[in-house]
């Protein structure tokens, strides 16, 4: 059995909304490693210079689809945090350190807004979990009581 501290939670129920915009950002980057394997899996990965990006490409999409879905679940929401901050901090190291040395920091800047958004999102809910209503709470026992 999980310890008890990974699913406790005395975030607001409002945090729903954060599971959502991450959870479905990471499932829909996931997907889509699958489905255009070219633009944004194993061609993206072999372009960026990723090792083994036919073997890594749909390992990551793996990950972000699964993860992403515990996340917008609100299921074992900050063990589901812990390979996505892996993923989100890689794909900034590979693309947008590279943009940042060759353009400057504005040009990254533009580039990286979503990716910094994914990342301080992640952290969030790892600090604090899925929020009261969530699976995580109800298995707790830490579901907060409305007035």
Known sequence: MLPKKILQTDAPAATW???????????FEGIKKFIFADQWGAG??????????H?????????????GLLVLAGLLTR???????????????STKVP????????????EARTDYAMLLG?????????GAHSPDAKLAGSERRSP
Do not use: D
Request: charged share 10%.
């Open 44 to 53: 993206r990965f072999a372009r960026i210079g990723i090792p083994n990006p």
């Open 55 to 67: 073997v890594l490409a749909p390992f990551v999409g793996f990950v972000e689809v699964v993860c």
């Open 122 to 130: 992640l952290l969030f809910l790892l600090i604090v979990g899925a």
């Open 79 to 93: 063990l589901a945090s812990i390979p996505l901050i892996v993923v989100i901090s890689v794909a900034i190291a």
């Open 17 to 27: 909304l954060i599971r959502f915009l991450v959870g479905l950002v990471f499932f």
């Open 99 to 110: 943009i940042l040395m060759k353009s400057g920091f504005w040009p990254m800047e533009a």
